[in-house]
């Protein structure tokens, strides 16, 4: 295969999130930049995410990023300082694409259509002078490590560069061409990979009552991971009952620690379907109710608080008849249905995996890579960026964030 004459300044391999917005700062401040897609279609995953509706940050500052990453996050504070919230916010703007914040603190297009996000980078994309180059896959890359001089072939040619942004993704929704790829090239210069697990990701369950309630969303549950009666994580927002297990931002937001267990079916998920009620006054409103509601049938007086399927599964855990009538509720009745309400336990079998994953844990170790720079420590010339790097945000747009600004970082080092 004949090498291109010209080397490139820069080539960008990978047209996502963290690649377009490397490529567009890269350009945009004079390097000959080439971005190489194997997809046929740029920012493929862009337009699956949120929903098609690309949360595309968070309503948060600096430090609120950081913090929502836990101990990893300091890993972020150069590219935050390079490419802020607000920076996010006024770059999508500039292109014509309004935000708006919701209640979660999660910020989207006005339009909610992830095309007014992705359309918006191809249109600064264009506009600096970088060239994308669309199903073009990278089957490898070499160069000395510490030297500058790269070859990079492609199922089309080869091609030179002196230097290399590698924004290929992790392994989440590999429909969308993240399979993967780029660990393989970061080990050939070196670099650890610390094992990728699926984050982000529904979670399973056998038990067979689950898929009876599939379909129902609560709006505010607080769930809990339990390895037996040890807590590993907790959180607390929306959930949907699924015909597989659970979904929905507060389960992918623990996701991560069930995909991350060497056991998972060993774990436990517990629900407290009513975070709001303190459970003495739980109780308190059961003995009320079960004095005034007389003949009422007991599943109907709780639908009050959750829809009447999921009334009928908290009565059978509780020990009680669906058709059990409200009045004359003992003691130990509203105690066990206290309990079933604030301490619903499934048994998981684990997760979806990375084809239903919204983002990949693991990935490039942090400590390899200069934060400063996003350059690798081991290869001159080398950077890396996005979700490729062993760095996963909760739920929120935090990944997003941390894709535009380590990528726009990697564009201000070349």
Request: proline letters at 4%; hydrophobic letters at 45%; glycine letters at 10%.
């Given at each position: 295969?004949?090498?291109?004459?010209?080397?490139?300044?820069?080539?960008?391999?990978?047209?996502?999130?963290?690649?377009?917005?490397?490529?567009?700062?890269?350009?945009?401040?004079?390097?000959?930049?080439?971005?190489?897609?194997?997809?046929?279609?740029?920012?493929?995953?862009?337009?699956?995410?949120?929903?098609?509706?690309?949360?595309?940050?968070?309503?948060?500052?600096?430090?609120?990023?950081?913090?929502?990453?836990?101990?990893?996050?300091?890993?972020?504070?150069?590219?935050?300082?390079?490419?802020?919230?607000?920076?996010?916010?006024?770059?999508?703007?500039?292109?014509?694409?309004?935000?708006?914040?919701?209640?979660?603190?999660?910020?989207?297009?006005?339009?909610?259509?992830?095309?007014?996000?992705?359309?918006?980078?191809?249109?600064?994309?264009?506009?600096?002078?970088?060239?994308?180059?669309?199903?073009?896959?990278?089957?490898?890359?070499?160069?000395?490590?510490?030297?500058?001089?790269?070859?990079?072939?492609?199922?089309?040619?080869?091609?030179?560069?002196?230097?290399?942004?590698?924004?290929?993704?992790?392994?989440?929704?590999?429909?969308?061409?993240?399979?993967?790829?780029?660990?393989?090239?970061?080990?050939?210069?070196?670099?650890?990979?610390?094992?990728?697990?699926?984050?982000?990701?529904?979670?399973?369950?056998?038990?067979?009552?689950?898929?009876?309630?599939?379909?129902?969303?609560?709006?505010?549950?607080?769930?809990?991971?339990?390895?037996?009666?040890?807590?590993?994580?907790?959180?607390?927002?929306?959930?949907?009952?699924?015909?597989?297990?659970?979904?929905?931002?507060?389960?992918?937001?623990?996701?991560?620690?069930?995909?991350?267990?060497?056991?998972?079916?060993?774990?436990?998920l517990e629900l407290d379907l009513l975070p709001a009620l303190l459970e003495a006054d739980l109780d308190e409103w059961l003995?009320?109710?079960?004095?005034?509601?007389?003949?009422?049938?007991?599943?109907?007086?709780?639908?009050?608080?959750?829809?009447?399927?999921?009334?009928?599964?908290?009565?059978?855990?509780?020990?009680?008849?669906k058709d059990r009538k409200a009045a004359a509720l003992t003691r130990d009745e509203r105690q066990r249905l206290v309990g079933?309400?604030?301490?619903?336990?499934?048994?998981?079998?684990?997760?979806?995996?990375?084809?239903?994953?919204?983002?990949?844990?693991?990935?490039?170790?942090?400590?390899?890579?200069?934060?400063?720079?996003?350059?690798?420590?081991?290869?001159?010339?080398?950077?890396?960026?996005?979700?490729?790097?062993?760095?996963?945000?909760?739920?929120?747009?935090?990944?997003?964030?941390?894709?535009?600004?380590?990528?726009?970082?990697?564009?201000?080092?070349?």
């Amino acid at each position: 295969m004949s090498v291109a004459s010209d080397p490139w300044d820069v080539i960008v391999i990978g047209a996502g999130a963290a690649g377009l917005m490397a490529a567009i700062h890269a350009a945009e401040r004079g390097r000959r930049t080439l971005v190489l897609e194997k997809n046929r279609k740029a920012g493929v995953k862009i337009l699956m995410s949120g929903g098609t509706r690309c949360n595309i940050t968070h309503a948060t500052d600096n430090r609120g990023i950081v913090a929502a990453y836990g101990p990893p996050g300091k890993f972020l504070h150069s590219a935050l300082a390079a490419f802020s919230v607000q920076d996010t916010i006024d770059f999508f703007a500039a292109e014509g694409v309004a935000t708006k914040v919701e209640e979660t603190g999660k910020i989207f297009p006005v339009s909610n259509k992830a095309l007014d996000v992705l359309d918006a980078l191809l249109r600064r994309l264009e506009r600096s002078g970088a060239t994308l180059a669309l199903g073009e896959a990278v089957t490898g890359i070499s160069g000395e490590r510490g030297g500058r001089d790269f070859l990079v072939e492609t199922s089309a040619r080869a091609l030179n560069g002196d230097r290399i942004i590698l924004t290929s993704g992790g392994q989440s929704y590999p429909g969308s061409g993240t399979t993967g790829d780029g660990y393989r090239f970061a080990a050939q210069f070196g670099h650890r990979i610390i094992a990728p697990r699926p984050a982000l990701v529904p979670l399973t369950t056998n038990l067979p009552w689950i898929a009876e309630l599939r379909g129902i969303t609560l709006p505010d549950v607080s769930v809990r991971i339990l390895n037996h009666e040890t807590q590993l994580i907790a959180r607390r927002g929306s959930l949907l009952f699924a015909h597989f297990g659970l979904s929905g931002p507060v389960i992918l937001d623990v996701s991560r620690v069930v995909s991350g267990h060497p056991q998972p079916q060993t774990l436990t998920l517990e629900l407290d379907l009513l975070p709001a009620l303190l459970e003495a006054d739980l109780d308190e409103w059961l003995r009320t109710e079960s004095l005034a509601s007389g003949k009422k049938q007991l599943a109907v007086v709780l639908t009050q608080h959750v829809p009447r399927r999921l009334a009928d599964i908290v009565l059978e855990q509780a020990g009680l008849a669906k058709d059990r009538k409200a009045a004359a509720l003992t003691r130990d009745e509203r105690q066990r249905l206290v309990g079933a309400f604030k301490h619903l336990h499934i048994p998981l079998t684990g997760t979806l995996g990375f084809k239903k994953a919204e983002v990949t844990a693991g990935g490039v170790a942090l400590d390899e890579v200069d934060s400063r720079t996003m350059q690798s420590k081991l290869a001159t010339g080398l950077y890396l960026a996005g979700e490729i790097l062993d760095l996963d945000g909760p739920i929120g747009g935090y990944n997003f964030q941390a894709a535009w600004s380590t990528g726009w970082l990697a564009g201000a080092s070349v």
